[in-house]
């Protein structure tokens, strides 16, 4: 069945790179995203990335998926504050706009 | 501005206490959904809505009604709260359920049934 797995925390001083991982089980996922998540607020979306790159690319933020082992990781490039928050990675599943998520990586970034 | 609100943002009820989260989108969106959050385990579908008067179940839809009237609209219904519906819940809405369409959030209702 669909399964999306990440870990659940991750502290990193600022400034320096975060990387948030991520595995699935759906070998038929066609899209994978990345959600970040402020406390008391929704679900913002951040990037995403189609099952047929193996990178994508935006700013401060670098996506590597790894088809074969099902491995999605996120990348922030020169972490601030600004970017604690929980995140979620998610696959579309099945042929409609359904989204399966996983439980969250709550990050904390400290001085 | 295009947004997706929900009402009320906080809610604390009594077990069986009928009570309703409304959800409206100001975009025009065909799909809306439901969507629960709870610690360790994510955000899981409750139902989901293809377009007016279609509506579907989730992953986890018991305890739960929903209805779809007006495309704006798209009420969550508790006939009967339990504890076990404490939770964090978000509705969620797209251009399309079908395509490749980004799913806009609410910020979400926090339900504490005692």
């Known amino acids: 069945g669909e399964d999306v797995e990440q870990s659940l925390f991750l502290s990193v001083r600022e400034g320096d790179s975060s990387v948030i991982n991520c595995t699935y089980t759906?070998?038929?996922?066609?899209?994978l995203y990345w959600y970040k998540q402020e406390p008391g607020a929704g679900l913002q979306l951040l990037t995403y990335i189609f099952s047929n790159m193996d990178m994508k690319q935006d700013q401060r933020l670098t996506v590597l998926l790894n088809k074969k082992d099902k491995h999605l990781s996120l990348r922030i490039a020169d972490t601030q504050t600004g970017d604690s928050a929980i995140y979620f990675c998610?696959?579309?599943?099945?042929?409609?706009?359904?989204?399966?998520f996983g439980a969250g990586t709550r990050l904390a970034v400290h001085p | 501005e295009a947004q997706v609100t929900q009402n009320p943002r906080y809610l604390i009820t009594v077990t069986g206490k009928k009570l309703t989260v409304t959800c409206s989108q100001n975009m025009n969106h065909e799909y809306m959904s439901w969507y629960r959050q709870d610690p360790g385990l994510g955000l899981r579908q409750i139902y989901y809505?293809?377009?007016?008067?279609?509506?579907d179940k989730g992953d986890v839809p018991e305890g739960y009604k929903v209805s779809r009237k007006e495309k704006r609209n798209f009420p969550l219904i508790l006939e009967s709260p339990s504890p076990n519906q404490t939770s964090l819940y978000f509705c969620?809405?797209?251009?399309?359920?079908?395509?490749?369409?980004?799913?806009?959030f609410g910020p979400g209702t926090r339900l504490t049934v005692t």
């Open positions: 969620a809405s797209s251009l399309s359920g079908t395509g490749i369409y980004e799913q806009y």
């Open positions: 759906d070998s038929s996922s066609t899209y």
């Open positions: 809505s293809m377009n007016v008067e279609v509506t």
């Open positions: 998610a696959e579309r599943a099945g042929g409609y706009n359904k989204l399966i």
